[in-house]
């Protein structure tokens, strides 16, 4: 079994497409870790706020199947397939680590966004505090305690999902 983890975010419609996501992952990996969720500024474009989290899971299907897998609730839930890369999302899924592979294709694993950005490094602190990057071999807890929390303006929101 593999361990891992994925960003989940959305700025259009954020509450139903959050459940919704989650609700598809459960559908597919069965249990899941749920970080808090998180109140966030678009990053690289001006838009609406985004709610972002990570969902921790196992699974025996191989990365090239999850990556297809993502792709495919995206779609289910609004995404469009030529969306550009800094514009609204209705669901965003985006595979930050499997085990401690690391890949370009079929998805740049881990994700960079990883270390660049809060809305990926806290959450993902709080569900995989001990796990440590592969190739800065820290902890993500230990990363998230030296990152720069002036960068970004993050907040948790109150949410709850009837898994």
Do not use: C
């Amino acid at each position: 079994m593999a361990s891992l983890y994925i960003s989940l975010g959305s700025n259009v419609d954020r509450h139903h497409n959050v459940s919704a996501g989650l609700t598809a992952l459960k559908s597919i990996f069965g249990e899941l870790t749920l970080s808090s969720l998180f109140a966030s500024k678009a990053v690289g474009f001006d838009g609406a706020e985004f709610y972002n989290m990570v969902v921790g899971a196992t699974t025996e299907l191989t990365i090239e199947q999850v990556a297809t897998a993502l792709r495919d609730i995206e779609f289910a839930n609004g995404r469009e397939i030529d969306a550009k890369k800094y514009s609204p999302r209705s669901l965003d899924l985006d595979l930050l680590l499997y085990d401690d592979l690391v890949l370009d294709t079929p998805a740049q694993i881990p994700r960079a966004e990883i270390t660049e950005n809060a809305f990926v490094l806290w959450p993902l602190a709080e569900v995989a505090p001990l796990v440590k990057h592969p190739l800065l071999k820290k902890s993500y807890q230990q990363l998230w305690q030296m990152y720069d929390k002036s960068k970004q303006q993050i907040t948790i929101v109150d949410f709850s999902w009837p898994s």
